[in-house]
């Protein structure tokens, strides 16, 4: 029953910046982990970062120094700054979470966002 919506994706100039929102909604549940994945066309889907519910974090070597993912648990939204923004970052950006409530865990992707990065 878990919902992700995801936005902040658009078009930005090499070396801008964009920061995405993914919201959870549903019911009555926890966000335990959460996740950034993306897909440019001809590429497998790459994990971008993730956070833990105690707040640690990894990131994809690519990405490292430049983006930042963070989470609000009390409004249930993740989010990724994504700085110092390059071409190939352009890709479709998605949001995956790990959710527990009272019905149980559930893994729930988001619908994707598409940032494109322009030289």
């Known amino acids: 029953q878990v919902q992700l919506v995801e936005s902040g994706g658009g078009l930005v100039q090499t070396g801008g910046s964009l920061r995405l929102s993914c919201a959870a909604s549903g019911g009555t549940f926890s966000i335990i982990n959460m996740a950034w994945y993306r897909r440019s066309p001809g590429n497998q889907r790459e994990l971008v970062a993730r956070?833990?519910?105690?707040?640690?974090?990894d990131y994809a070597d690519s990405v490292k120094g430049r983006f930042t993912i963070s989470r609000d648990n009390g409004k249930n939204t993740g989010y990724l700054q994504m700085d110092s923004l390059k071409p190939e970052d352009t890709a479709v950006y998605y949001c995956?979470?790990?959710?527990?409530?009272?019905?149980?865990?559930?893994?729930?992707w988001g619908q994707g966002t598409q940032v494109t990065v322009s030289s």
């Open positions: 995956f979470a790990v959710t527990e409530g009272p019905s149980g865990n559930y893994n729930t």
């Open positions: 956070i833990t519910n105690s707040a640690s974090t």
